[in-house]
């Protein structure tokens, strides 16, 4: 349906009507197409001889198993730390592990270390150890 409108503009004890262009539909036509739809979950029914939340609990996908990485060296290990060059200011050192921290999912793992010669403690990349 489209509807004519029309604007009234007034000078003083003049006024001018000005008739606007029709209004267009912006509405999404719905086609039979399903496109990127989520599939319906699968239909239970309830068996005799098992019960239904065993049937759900069977009928629903697994989560995937991932690789977890894990920490090649432990806390209290005894390791030296590499120069960080121009962008970190970090000279070469002995430094003791201090905490893992936990893998994010994404870079490398990361050790909270204590330098030899530092009175504070750092996070670094386990790429910046070496024994």
Known sequence: ?????CDIRRYGKHSETIHLPPLKSISVVPTKLGGNRKKPSPTIHADEGTSLALQIAL???SRPVVATLTHRYRIGDS???TGGGPA???TANSCRIVFLLPYEGHGALLYRVRGERESFERIVTEADLTR
């Open 79 to 81: 390791l030296r730390m």
């Open 88 to 90: 970190i200011k970090r």
């Open 59 to 61: 009928a629903r996908a």
């Open 1 to 5: 349906m489209r509807q004519h409108l």
